[in-house]
């Protein structure tokens, strides 16, 4: 069996445009996940104060780490919280 190259294979699937749209919302998804992990950590914080601070159950920091979707207005409170500012961006792809 011959050796494929990981990009050339992604670009390959990436052809098909319900693929690469579901690839690309959960990169999105991810990236917000390690975004907030890396921010409450960088506070000292655990989940537990991080969601007494903002008013939610842990349960929904546990959720939007594991890159659950969550809505603008509670990473609002998420980062008001963490002493931080939410940025949210339209960019090129």
């Known amino acids: ?3 494929v190259k990981f990009d050339d294979y992604l ?4 052809q098909d445009p319900e693929l690469r749209s579901n690839f690309e ?3 999105l998804r ?5 975004a907030l992990l890396k921010a409450r950590e960088d506070a000292g914080l655990t ?3 991080l969601a007494k601070r903002v ?3 842990q349960s ?3 959720r939007i780490e594991r890159g659950n979707n ?15 500012k939410l940025k949210v961006e339209f960019v090129n792809m």
Not at 11 to 14: A, D, S
Not at 30 to 34: G, M, Q, W, Y
Not at 76 to 81: D, E, G, L, W
Request: charged content about 30%; proline content about 5%; cysteine-free.
């Open 1 to 3: 069996m011959p050796t």
């Open 11 to 14: 670009e390959k699937r990436f």
């Open 25 to 27: 919302a959960e990169s």
């Open 30 to 34: 991810l990236e917000s996940a390690v």
């Open 47 to 49: 989940q537990r104060e």
């Open 55 to 57: 008013d939610v159950p």
């Open 60 to 62: 929904t920091i546990a």
């Open 70 to 84: 969550t809505s603008v207005d509670t990473l609002s409170k998420i980062a008001n919280a963490l002493g931080k």
